[in-house]
């Protein structure tokens, strides 16, 4: 046999469906011929991949009968051109082996395709479901840090509540927000300070809330800005002024969303001013 011929055996060998003095005798050529190896190798890969298509990788009968029809087409007019034209070079004879080995190569090849396509499609659906996970993930744990963060604005409140240092001011809802209560409480030492406020009116989306600090004989100095949440309370960390620290009225205000540098809207809230 010549390397031509082994070239066609190789299909076969890859899917183990060779024996007898053919497999030997291929076995034999592959140890003198590394371009049959090489090829061998190849096919053993695609082999191999096909193992792990989930569906059986079977050419359609529409698809079997094409590549039939074609082989067969083949082979009709050869032998017309041959009885009309006398002494041509012999065409290169087609035993059944070569036409069996052409139709398991086009099997092989579109069984590789699905092959492909079923794992392309495994994978695209893989890459969803990683997708949709981390997203998950993703909201949890932003949720998490929220509730830490209003976790640990209650227990510093709590602290600041408790400290010996705190004093406390109640504020009153004025005529613009009269069922608005609120109360500001503030380390005398440190000027940490918070605000916890109910009942003010829902904000407008282009508007907040401004925290305000006014010293005796002094302009309003701007503090935070703030919003409610649904059900209108407002806890909010602050820093007192030193400015502010002996005595001062505390107000809010509503203001522009980016804060305004004098109160420019109406009072909603404010401490007694004494
Ligand atoms: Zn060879």
Known sequence: MEHQEYQELLVLHSLDALDGPEARSLEEHLHA??????ELTQLR????????????????????QRIMAAIAAERQPARVTAARVAPLQPRPKRNLWTIG?????????????????VLWRR???????????????????????????????????LALLNSPNAKKMELAGTQ???????????????????LMADG??????????ELWFIPKGHSPMAGKMFTIDASGH?????QMPPEAMESAVIAITLEPKKGSAVPTGAIYLSSPSS
Do not use: W
Not at 189 to 194: D, M, N, P, S, V
Not at 203 to 208: C, E, L
């Open 33 to 38: 011929c590394p371009e049959c190896r090489d």
């Open 45 to 64: 890969d695609a082999a191999g991949l096909l193992a792990h298509a989930a569906t059986p990788a079977e050419p359609r009968p529409e698809v079997r």
């Open 101 to 117: 080995l052409r139709l398991a190569a086009a099997i092989a090849s579109i069984a590789l395709l699905v092959g492909i396509i």
């Open 123 to 157: 994978d695209v659906k893989m890459r969803q479901e990683i997708a949709q996970l981390s997203r998950q993930v993703n909201t949890q744990g932003h949720e998490l840090v929220r509730d830490r963060d209003v976790l640990g604005r209650q227990r510093e409140a």
């Open 176 to 194: 613009t927000a009269q069922s608005a209560r609120g109360t500001f409480v503030y380390d005398q030492k440190t000027g940490r300070a918070i």
């Open 200 to 209: 003010l009116p829902a904000t407008p989306t282009d508007k907040a809330y």
């Open 234 to 238: 407002a806890m909010l960390p602050e």
